[in-house]
């Protein structure tokens, strides 16, 4: 025990994490990954299985997907969505879709 090192141990977890995908919405997408890296993205299919549930006389959530101002600047914005969990991403799924159509985030709970 005398050679271990903590802060060794704590970057291989981290790096380790930063490499694998924490959720089930997101894919690899094989056309921009490459050698230098993968590029991640989120299965609109699986997205729109969660958000449907939301649907309403005021929401549609196969528009908001569809639409370049509602489900393209939610992905344009997201960063690092693969290690996101489920949980958190589908909170700012459905706060996106809330604000998309009421311009409030809270609105869907």
Do not use: H
């Not at 924490?22 to 921009?32: G, P, T």
């Not at 299985?49 to 908001?64: H, M, P």
């Amino acid at each position: 025990m005398d050679n271990f090192d903590f802060k060794k141990y704590l970057a291989e977890g981290r790096l380790l994490k930063e490499n694998t995908v924490n959720n089930r919405y997101v894919v690899k997408d094989e056309e921009l990954s490459d050698e230098d890296g993968n590029f991640y993205v989120i299965d609109k299919k699986k997205a729109f299985d969660y958000l449907k549930q939301f649907n309403s006389e005021e929401v549609d959530a196969k528009q908001f997907i569809k639409d370049d101002e509602g489900w393209g600047e939610f992905e344009q914005y997201l960063e690092d969505v693969e290690q996101m969990s489920d949980k958190e991403l589908e909170d700012s799924m459905r706060q996106d879709l809330s604000f998309y159509y009421f311009s409030k985030p809270d609105e869907l709970n």
